[in-house]
């Protein structure tokens, strides 16, 4: 008999509504997802060699879920970035689930999940809406069926595939699920939906097991850019870089002389969090901070740089506070129009805000008691909303401006920004020296800046190695000081 193949991917299937054929318990599967984010998983092959899977098996299944087969994943990825024990996530680029009736084989790739988002894929110039699956790293699970083996599972979303045909005659059947490979030189949400780390199980749900994960929906309060099917956002709030965690802002305010290279003129911890809405636009940006150290004699400001589309316009609010208060400073709030950028002045005459008694050195001796800096928070209102596309990317641009040379000191890549500094009219552009040494750096949280007259290649060793490889190699060089040689700010318990 004549052999033939049925793809089938369409945007809605027919579905069974009969009744289950057999009790059903939700299992695992022998077959993972492999590192490279590929899986093909044979459906017959449970992980447990006493259980069984066959055609009448996926059937009940089929029925009890309403004409589909639910699966999840267990996510296993890393502690990195935004993603952490409470909160991590992939997004799927395509599945294929292969029935193979003897006689014929079919072959449906539509799937549905609760979770979407707007990711770039890599090699690709725009976003697009994929499915994703969100969880946590919790193993805390509980079926209302004592012998499912989704208890005491770290299992997380779900995974939908419509089947409209009786599975009882099949003979094998395979799932393959690819994972997207996003463009992962971005922030949220690439950042967030990456995949990385060991293979990851994947189950067979009844439909009690898959509306209580769905309920339950582990992470999703706290995963960047969560959108439903439709584009409509279950979770509006996307941060950078964290909902937990800061960037940590570290200068050397000698520009463009390298100084004592310790970097610890003046170190900044800020985040930043955007309202984004089902088209991918940005309707408000807020964001809060701390000033964290300061070991210099110059005084500065300190700014939060965002390009923006040259149409766009909207109204900043923000506030500056003494250390351990809630009530901002006289003169604050403060307000200014945006358009077309937002710079905002968020912490002014540096050197009268932050001291230790007479001291301008604050935070960076081994011996000195920690104090508490000031901090700061913002507030922007768009007057339409931007896309997230035309919004300068994070870390964005945290820039210094030093009252006693005149000169601003930027991350590598930008450029100097104010009517009144003299880097344009001092041909002082480039905020990197000849051996390609930054003045201006942006790190993780977990980074304890160097102790005062400190040179960060000998608090962190591996840093000339990350400097002198364009930033190619040891890129958790932070991770790595030399303990007594920086001072740990507990800046976060503020």
Request: aromatic residues 12%; charged residues 20%.
């Amino acid at each position: 008999m004549k052999r033939l193949i049925w793809v089938i991917t369409c945007v809605a299937l027919a579905m069974g509504c009969g009744h289950a054929m057999a009790n059903v318990v939700s299992f695992k599967f022998q077959d993972k997802i492999k590192q490279d984010g590929v899986g093909t998983i044979d459906l017959f092959a449970p992980a447990l060699a006493e259980k069984v899977s066959n055609g009448t098996t996926l059937e009940a299944f089929r029925q009890d879920n309403n004409g589909a087969l639910v699966f999840s994943v267990s996510l296993n990825e890393p502690n990195s970035g935004t993603e952490n024990s409470d909160s991590q996530g992939i997004a799927i680029e395509s599945v294929e689930l292969t029935l193979d009736f003897g006689s014929e084989t079919v072959i449906i790739t539509e799937l549905s999940t609760v979770t979407y988002s707007l990711l770039l894929k890599e090699g690709n110039v725009t976003r697009a809406l994929y499915p994703t699956i969100v969880g946590d790293s919790k193993s805390n699970r509980v079926s209302s069926d004592i012998l499912s083996e989704i208890n005491g599972s770290s299992f997380d979303g779900t995974l939908r595939v419509p089947v409209s045909r009786d599975l009882t005659g099949l003979v094998g059947a395979t799932f393959t699920v690819r994972f997207l490979v996003v463009n992962r030189k971005l922030p949220d949400p690439e950042a967030f939906y990456d995949f990385a780390g060991a293979d990851e199980e994947i189950a067979m749900l009844t439909s009690a097991d898959a509306a209580y994960l769905d309920a339950l929906a582990p992470g999703r309060a706290l995963a960047p850019l969560t959108l439903d099917a439709s584009g409509e956002a279950l979770v509006n709030w996307t941060y950078y870089p964290s909902n937990d965690g800061y960037y940590v802002a570290s200068y050397e305010d000698l520009f463009p002389q390298q100084g004592d290279y310790d970097f610890n003129d003046l170190v900044v911890a800020y985040r930043v969090a955007m309202d984004t809405n089902a088209n991918g636009e940005v309707s408000q940006i807020t964001g809060s901070g701390y000033l964290v150290a300061r070991g210099a004699s110059y005084n500065h400001d300190w700014r939060l740089r965002m390009a923006l589309p040259i149409w766009a316009s909207g109204l900043a609010t923000y506030n500056f506070y003494e250390a351990n208060s809630v009530t901002p400073k006289p003169g604050f709030p403060k307000q200014q129009w945006v358009s077309g950028e937002l710079d905002l002045l968020l912490a002014e005459n540096i050197a009268g805000e932050f001291s230790d008694g007479g001291s301008t050195y604050v935070n960076t001796f081994y011996d000195q008691a920690v104090v508490e800096g000031p901090r700061f928070d913002f507030f922007v209102v768009f007057d339409l909303p931007v896309p997230f596309t035309e919004i300068e990317a994070a870390p964005f641009d945290p820039y210094l401006y030093v009252y006693d040379t005149e000169y601003e000191v930027h991350l590598m890549g930008k450029s100097p920004v104010l009517g009144y500094s003299r880097n344009v009219q001092n041909n002082l552009t480039v905020f990197k020296d000849e051996n390609n040494y930054p003045f201006a750096l942006v790190v993780p949280d977990e980074f304890a800046p160097p102790l005062a007259a400190i040179d960060m290649g000998l608090a962190y060793p591996d840093y000339l190695e990350y400097v002198l490889s364009g930033g190619a190699q040891k890129t958790d060089w932070f991770r790595r000081p030399v303990v007594e040689r920086v001072k740990n700010v507990p800046f976060k318990n503020w």
